[in-house]
């Protein structure tokens, strides 16, 4: 390769490393409940540096505004999803403001305020597939990895708390470094195979270990993506 293809190479690498975001949507509704919001501290303090990350606490107008919470100027190529699926499965639950008068985030909130497409969006959210599935989506979302179903996360300890953080931070890690689709797809499924050994190798048991086990096979099993038929 001659200087100025590694040039290129080494400036597009740049640039998808930082047009990555982490998104965190907590919902007031599922309260104590909410696993989204209970790995908010975590997360904040492992990701500080990179990559940009952004609680979504209250709705914003469309994903570009909510880009203003962090002062980011790169539109997102990648983004890695923390959220809740509507009852309706028409998108994500959101809060909503006293100014911004929406608890859906559908297709079209992500492609408010520009015409940006995203390359990959790694929804880590229960039943994600099911929203993502719909026709609508496909306009503003290239490629998906998601769940077929169902993620149940047990925080009550801190050895659980411990497991689905380390989960929640490789998520994150298989979406910055795999170079498409079937690749962070493989390093997504390795973190949970990661963990599972993990857990299964500590046995606490009397702190949640066996939930842990049951819920992170299940998680494994319900792994899909974009390509794969319903």
Same mark, same amino acid.
């Given at each position: &390769?001659?200087?100025?293809?590694?040039?290129?190479?080494?400036?597009?690498?740049?640039?998808?490393?930082?047009?990555?975001?982490? &998104?965190?949507?907590?919902?007031?509704?599922?309260?104590?409940?909410?696993?989204?919001? *209970? +790995?908010?501290?975590?997360?904040?303090?492992?990701?500080?540096?990179?990559?940009?990350?952004?609680?979504?606490?209250?709705?914003?107008?469309?994903?570009?505004?909510?880009?203003? +919470?962090?002062?980011?100027?790169?539109?997102?190529?990648?983004?890695?999803?923390?959220?809740?699926?509507?009852?309706?499965?028409?998108?994500?639950?959101?809060?909503?403001?006293?100014?911004?008068?929406?608890?859906?985030?559908?297709?079209?909130?992500?492609?408010?305020? !520009?015409?940006?497409?995203?390359? +990959?969006?790694?929804?880590?959210?229960?039943?994600?597939?099911?929203?993502?599935?719909?026709?609508?989506? !496909?306009?503003?979302?290239?490629?998906?990895?998601?769940?077929?179903?169902?993620?149940?996360?047990?925080?009550?300890?801190?050895?659980?708390?411990?497991?689905?953080?380390?989960?929640?931070?490789?998520?994150?890690?298989?979406?910055?470094?795999? !170079?498409?689709?079937? !690749?962070?797809? &493989?390093?997504?499924?390795?973190?949970?195979?990661?963990?599972?050994?993990?857990?299964?190798?500590?046995?606490?048991?009397?702190?949640?270990?066996?939930?842990?086990?049951?819920?992170?096979?299940? *998680?494994?099993?319900?792994?899909?993506?974009?390509?794969?038929?319903?």
């Amino acid at each position: &390769m001659n200087m100025w293809g590694w040039i290129q190479r080494q400036w597009q690498e740049w640039s998808l490393r930082n047009s990555i975001l982490v &998104m965190l949507v907590p919902w007031l509704e599922r309260g104590d409940a909410d696993a989204v919001a *209970a +790995l908010i501290p975590a997360l904040k303090q492992k990701l500080r540096h990179f990559p940009a990350l952004i609680v979504l606490d209250r709705a914003r107008h469309h994903l570009h505004d909510a880009l203003k +919470l962090n002062a980011s100027r790169i539109a997102p190529r990648r983004i890695v999803l923390f959220a809740h699926p509507t009852d309706a499965h028409d998108g994500f639950a959101v809060n909503a403001a006293n100014d911004v008068d929406i608890t859906v985030l559908r297709a079209d909130w992500w492609m408010g305020g !520009s015409p940006a497409t995203i390359d +990959l969006l790694v929804a880590q959210v229960c039943d994600g597939a099911s929203v993502l599935r719909q026709s609508r989506w !496909s306009d503003a979302v290239t490629n998906w990895i998601s769940f077929d179903g169902s993620i149940d996360e047990y925080l009550g300890s801190d050895v659980g708390r411990e497991c689905w953080t380390h989960v929640a931070e490789g998520v994150v890690g298989a979406t910055v470094n795999g !170079s498409n689709l079937a !690749s962070v797809t &493989m390093r997504v499924h390795r973190v949970f195979v990661d963990e599972l050994i993990t857990v299964h190798d500590r046995k606490n048991y009397s702190a949640g270990d066996t939930i842990n086990l049951c819920n992170l096979e299940r *998680a494994l099993q319900l792994l899909v993506n974009s390509e794969e038929n319903p």
